[in-house]
Structure formats: structure tokens, C-alpha cells
């Protein structure tokens, strides 16, 4: 395999200064980093990424091409236009279907000037730094990422006809994206399908795309879910930190914990699941002391005022239920509002019921790492609308992330499981994951380059 | 042709009684009614809706197989769970696209009782009247209308396997329905696949409903757009109340009106209309004191929180809009909030513009009415998004609902588009719902049947 150009808004790693004054290398978060972490091993890979640090964008102005990791440090008010105003929420809830279309979204005067000063001027450096290294190699593989940058694609196209070009998709394709007036959709088709290869996580994401885009020209539209570093939670269900926090989540445990691990996104369905508990205790008493609700929510995009809006909302209805259901000895529901991975995977490891009842969601990588480290044979409860509905649904519990009633019923089955059938259907989902690992879509993605690579340099 | 029975919630009529205590019948608004008057004329039709006046409670009462109108009294309590919870807000939202998916709706309880007892119920009593009605005239082809009717045509096939029966949707069919849980969804379609024939306005929204459901069986799934009655709105131009209430408009009339005609109703879009012509303002003072926004707008559906809220909003964008732009000689928005189809129609031969930018709507009949009686070559604005852009797009000048900035483009265009280019899209709308009024919606109709029916009955 020929050298890969990544490029994605967040990078694999971003820089700090320690006390000392050395620069230090802090690893990123998110599922894309850890996926593509794996890359590096196979073939000479640059990043490039968006500075977000101080010391991003120090390396930035350092930078020369070549280097493995590409910061770009853009202007600040560009970068605040393109984040902060079309990437998230506009397109971030166009693709998740969030917009109560009644009366938002507006696109407005400032919507227009935030995608041509912002949207387009970020992803207009990013190809400007893409054009760079193929200058340098002209042979690379150039690998876009997600909905952050639909236009650079065509910017490079534009000036490099020749180069491989390859985009993942890691948010759902909505069925309908007339939310985006024409001018947008046209724009974000338009630099799409400027790319070799358009691959998204499910077959459903591909074919509404399908539906979307017509004729895909010459195109490949494919689907391939992201997966798991397998060996990398195995090594962590053992690691010294993840066990003392199982130590002390395992000390005051109820009989049953109903886990949930979620960016604090609306997109992720918190509230209603709440709702769906509340219902479970007031038409189950008998969990009554039993069963808590462990959350763990990594607060997200709090510049945005829907994120802040939405963690107000979240926190209003935890209130709620401790105030009506909490007994001396028992707390319902356990919030927690702070990025702590070690502590996920602790309670990964101890979950009886593990919950996942997003809106819409590209994937979700939880409803794969969390099984295969449970110790329990914990049930996953699945929303038909996370893009791991299509791999997993079999052996997980359905639910529609809209029908509360429905949830509690879910929550209520799950809980009463017989042992055999839970055993049954945790093993049937820690194979397909063991089976269907980061290494599998990382050898998916590059059978799909191959492939192209033959049709387009033949 | 054969006997009709045509099943709709509205009725073509309603009853009263005048002050001498006689029965006095009442023709009921909507397209609907409008477009099926003209069945009368042609076959033998039976007309099944609910109850909604006193004097309608009677008729129900003094009822008997054979009625040209059966009123069916439903429990009080029923059909308010069946109009007011099931079939609006949920359903029509869901059909419109307008939930915020984040928060809404909550599937509760409180809906799984309403749809049970209510929707169901209401439809068990709808198929009840058919299978009566049936039972007198068996060769009786039943015509099911819309979004309130969804399980009865199953109702009725389990009692009458070999009756002809035929659904139209007078609702956009959305590209995604996943807002409602597999269990409503599924009990849905087993409905609306129990006829024979299931008709959409466009065939935008046929291809929807065709991804959703996957293999239609033996249903014949088509397209025709309901139309207007031309020889009644040619009638009604000269009549004497719309002669009295159009001398009214030109006397006070600015230079330039802007038109939009609509129930108040969250789908409609009302409120970024309004925005779009306060942006329209901002940036062309030299439409100040020159342009006026005629809004007609018949009060809707205000026992349900979301409308009644949506109504207010409304009202709160006009006194903006007036607050800041009136002079003594220019209002700017001229707002209506009452039902005169009279005053309407006035309107409609007086508009410059025509403004339609529905959220998403099933057709929108305003944009054929309207044009067909104006006077002076007014240009449409219309929504991508309504259903009579498959038919007149072409002739419009397009608009994306949510695209206010866009929308203040289109409203600027409109005003200052030529007077030749304005008469030869005027003119070319016209012709066309000339050439496809409601008769030939109607033969449409009638035809597919009767393909049907020869498949069915040969």
C-alpha cells in the first residue's frame, strides 16, 4: 500500500506544554483517532488536522510537509463559523434529523456568510495543505473524513485530477436532506463526489445517499461499520486504573445497573431514556432499591446553545427522579458529567443492561466496546436508528428511540432475562465483534482503494 | 360507473338548525369536500364522516343504510384521543416532518391508550359504517381519505374480502417514518395495504411510501394531484361578496401585495415567511411604503398546545415586523387571522406575489386557486417542498422553506421580474390547471379503479 494522506478536523493527537516547558503529545479522543490508529502500522501516514491547542498551532507554524501530523491553524473567527455555526449544530442535526423543521433551522444571512467566510475558508485550507503534501507525493491516498469537509474534496480535485481520493462518512445519511436548501446540498454533493470512494458505516446511510445523490457518477459508494481496537480492550479491562474504578463502582452496586455512555448530544436520546426509567419505576416497584441507572455523559460542544439547552434538560430530569424515587440507601440514577474513559470501561465491564436508545447515530461504538469487556452477560438495549442496529440487532433488545413506553418495556425484559438467553446473546455479540474488528474495516477500506485504484490508474 | 362510498373524518357537509328550529346543511370547507363534490354528479355516492355539530349527533341517530350522508357520533372521549393526540399532532407532524426529533414527540402511555382506544376505536366505527353500507350495496367501490383512516381498510377487508377498496393521501408520505415505533408503523401499512389502490398527490411522495413499505403485495400505488374546480372559481370571481371585498383591497392597496392564504398551521411556515420579508425590508428600503404582506390565515386545530403556541409566534413576528417599519400611509404586514373564503378569493385576483413556502405540504391547492383568478400576472413563490411543485416548479420561482435569506431573494425577484416574463409564467400556470382541473383528477381516479377492478373482479 502506496503512502495515505488522513485528514479529518480533530487529529490523532493534540500538543501541550508540561510544566517543564517540553512539549507533550496528548492522545485524542473519539472512535476516528483509535480506528485509524492502526493505519500507521500499514503504511506511511500523514495527518492533517486542525490546530485546537496553543501548542498546535506552534507546531503549525513549524510545520513543513512530510511531517506525520499536519496542524493547520486557521483564522479564528473562520474556524468559529465553521464549527460552531454550519458544522454544528446545521449540518450535525441535518444529519441526525434533530431540526423540529417548524421553526429552525434558519438559514440566514449569517448561515450564508458562516459558509463562505468559514465553512468554505477552513476547508479550503485543508485542501490547500492536502495539495502540498501530493506536491511532495504524488502518489498518496488522499483520506477525508466526515461531514467537516464536504468542499475540500472538490478543492483538491479541482487541482490534482489525478489523485485517489476517499471520504468516510461516520454520521447517518438522513433519508431527507431538504432541510439543506439547494444551493448547499448541491455544494456538498458536488465535493462528495469529487472523491474516488464515498464509504458510510451501514447500508442504510449508503442507500439513502443513494436516494439523495442520484447518479453517483464514476463514484464507489460502499459501507463498511467502524470497529474496535480489540487487543487494546483487552489490554484495558486489566489496566490498574480501570480496576480501581471498578473496584469502587463494584463496592455500592445494586443488584441490577443499567448503563449508558453518551456525548452529551441530543442526538444520543438521554432525556427520553430517562423518561423510559421513570416509567419502569413507577410501573415496577418491585426495582424499587434494585436497579440503578449508571450515566456517563462526556459533556460536548458546550459554545453551542442546543448542547447547553440539552445538559440543563438532562440534569433537570435526573432531579426529578431522585427527588421522587431516592430512598436512604438508594439512588436511581447515578449522573456523572465528566470525560473519564478508564471509568467507562469499568462500567463496561459490569453492566446488566447496557443502553443505547439514540435518535440517529452513524454507529455507535459503545454498543461494541462495552460488550466485549462486560462480565456479566449483560443485554444490550439497541435503537433501531444507531448505525450497530444492522450488525448487532439479532441479539440486542429493539427499541425506537421515540417510544418511551416502549423503552421501559425494553429495560423491564432485559432485566428479567433468563441467564441462558443473555449468555446466548452476549457471546453471539462479543464474536461478531472479536470478528469484525478495526482491522477488518481498515482492510475493508483499503480493498475498496485497491479496487478503484485499479479502475482509475489502469 | 358503480356506487361510491366515500369515507373521509370531515364531511362534505355539516348540519345546523336556524332559528325557526329547522335542519339547515352546512358545505364544509377544505379541498376535499370541493374536489368530491363533483363524484355526486357522476355515480351514486355514500358519504361516511364523523359527527362534529349537535345537529350532526341527530342525523347520525335518525341514520339508515343508503343516506347520501352517514354521520357516525363516535364516544366523545375516543375521538378526541383519536383527532387530538393520534392523528394530530403525531401523525400529522410525523407526515410534515415538523417534530424537533431531539424532544419530540414522547410515545407514552397516554399514547398507546389514545391510539387504542381512540384512533382504533374511531376507525373500528368507521369500518362498521362501511360494512353496513356494503352489506345493503355489495358492488360498492369504498374511497378511504387520509391520515385519519389509516386501519380501517383492514377493518373492513377481514369482513369483506373481495369489496373494492381505494385510500387517498392527502398528506406528503415523508422519506424517513421511523418517528413513529415499529409497532404503529407496521400497523399502518397493513392498513393502508389492504386496499386495492393507495393514491398520493405526487409521485415524490409515491416513491416515499414505496421505500417504506417494501413490496406493496397486490396494492396498485399511484400519483395524481387533486385539483381545483375551475367553472366554481370562474363563478366565484364575479361574485357579488367577492366583488364587494376586492372594491375594499384596491382602495387601500399599496403598489405591490404579496399574498399567502393558509391555515395556521406549523407546516405552512408562516413565521420565516414573515422573517423573510422583514430581511426584505432591511435590505431594500426602497420597498418601504411601496409593498404590503396580505396574510389570510384561518385559525387551526386550536385545541392542540402546539398550534395555539405556533399562532402566537405569528402574531408576535407581525407586531415586530409592523412595530418597526409602519408609517401612517404603509402598513407593512396586513394580518387576518379569521376564515372568508370571499375575501380570499378577492385577494387572489389582486396579489402581486403569491407566496407559498410550506414546510412540506401534500399539494397546497392556494397556488392553483389563486393564479387561476389573478388579474395581474402575479408571480408564485412556491416551496420546494409542496406538493404542487411537481406541477408548477417550473413556472415558480423556486424557494427552500428553510432557506430565509433565500426566500427574501424570491420575494425581490417576483416584485421586480419583468411584466412579459411574469405574463408568460402566469399564463403557463393557467393552462395547466386548466387542462388538469378536478374532473381529471377525478377521471384519474376513476380509472385506476377500474383497472383494478378488472384485475381484481375479472
Redesign the interface.
Known amino acids: 500500500m502506496t503512502a495515505l494522506i488522513v485528514v479529518s478536523n480533530r487529529g490523532p493527537v493534540t500538543y501541550e506544554r508540561d510544566e517543564s516547558g517540553a512539549r507533550v503529545e496528548r492522545r485524542g479522543g473519539g472512535g476516528l483517532a483509535t480506528a485509524l490508529r492502526g493505519l500507521r502500522e500499514r503504511s506511511e501516514v500523514t495527518w492533517i488536522a486542525s490546530a485546537t491547542t496553543d501548542e498546535d498551532r506552534v507546531v503549525a507554524r513549524e510545520g513543513k510537509p512530510g511531517d506525520a501530523v499536519v496542524m493547520l491553524a486557521h483564522d479564528p473567527a473562520a474556524y468559529d463559523a465553521y464549527y460552531n455555526t454550519i458544522a454544528n449544530p446545521l449540518l450535525w442535526f441535518a444529519h441526525?434529523?434533530?431540526?423540529?423543521?417548524?421553526?429552525?433551522?434558519?438559514?440566514?444571512?449569517t448561515?450564508?456568510t458562516a459558509w463562505t467566510d468559514g465553512y468554505a475558508a477552513v476547508n479550503r485550507a485543508f485542501a490547500d495543505a492536502v495539495v502540498a503534501e501530493l506536491d511532495n507525493r504524488p502518489d498518496a491516498v488522499v483520506f477525508f473524513n466526515d461531514y467537516h469537509l464536504y468542499l475540500a474534496p472538490r478543492f483538491v480535485r479541482d487541482r490534482k485530477p489525478d489523485a485517489l481520493l476517499a471520504h468516510f462518512m461516520h454520521v447517518p445519511w438522513?433519508?431527507?436532506l431538504?432541510?439543506?436548501?439547494?444551493?448547499m446540498r448541491a455544494a456538498i454533493l458536488d465535493g462528495l463526489l469529487a472523491n474516488d470512494v464515498v464509504t458510510f458505516h451501514t447500508e442504510r446511510w449508503a442507500r439513502?445517499f443513494a436516494?439523495t445523490c442520484g447518479d453517483p457518477g464514476r463514484t464507489l459508494v460502499t459501507h463498511h461499520p467502524i470497529s474496535v481496537d480489540v487487543a487494546e480492550l483487552d489490554r484495558l479491562r486489566d489496566d490498574p486504573e480501570v480496576l480501581e474504578r471498578e473496584a469502587s463502582l463494584v463496592e455500592g452496586r445494586s443488584e441490577k445497573v443499567i448503563l449508558r455512555v453518551d456525548r452529551t448530544d441530543?442526538?444520543k436520546?438521554i432525556?427520553?431514556g430517562f423518561?423510559a426509567f421513570r416509567?419502569l419505576l413507577a410501573e415496577h416497584r418491585e426495582w424499587h432499591g434494585r436497579v440503578t441507572m449508571l450515566a456517563f455523559l462526556d459533556p460536548s460542544r458546550q459554545a453551542i446553545p442546543?448542547y447547553v439547552e440539552?445538559l440543563a434538560?438532562v440534569e433537570r430530569e435526573v432531579s426529578e427522579i431522585n427527588e421522587q424515587y431516592r430512598r436512604a440507601d438508594w439512588l436511581p440514577v447515578d449522573l456523572r458529567v465528566q470525560d473519564d474513559f478508564p471509568r467507562s470501561v469499568a462500567a463496561y465491564k459490569q453492566f446488566d443492561v447496557l443502553f443505547v436508545n439514540a435518535?440517529?447515530d452513524g454507529l455507535n461504538l459503545v454498543a461494541k466496546e462495552a460488550p466485549l469487556v462486560n462480565t456479566r452477560d449483560g443485554v444490550l438495549v439497541l435503537s433501531?436508528?444507531a448505525g450497530a442496529y444492522e450488525e448487532l440487532g439479532e441479539w440486542a433488545v429493539?427499541v425506537?428511540?421515540?417510544?418511551?413506553?416502549?423503552q421501559a418495556e425494553a429495560l423491564h425484559r432485559a432485566l428479567t432475562m433468563d441467564a441462558a438467553e443473555r449468555g446466548r446473546r452476549a457471546s453471539a455479540i462479543r464474536e461478531q465483534v472479536r470478528a469484525h474488528d478495526v482491522t477488518a474495516w481498515l482492510d475493508a477500506l483499503l480493498g475498496d482503494l485497491e479496487q478503484v485504484s485499479r479502475n482509475v490508474r489502469a
Open positions: 441526525h434529523s434533530l431540526w423540529g423543521l417548524a421553526t429552525r433551522p434558519d438559514i440566514d444571512r448561515t450564508r438522513p433519508a431527507d431538504s432541510v439543506l436548501p439547494p444551493w439513502n436516494t441530543p442526538s436520546n432525556v427520553r423518561r416509567l442546543e440539552y434538560t435518535v440517529f433501531e436508528n429493539a425506537s428511540p421515540f417510544d418511551i413506553a416502549g
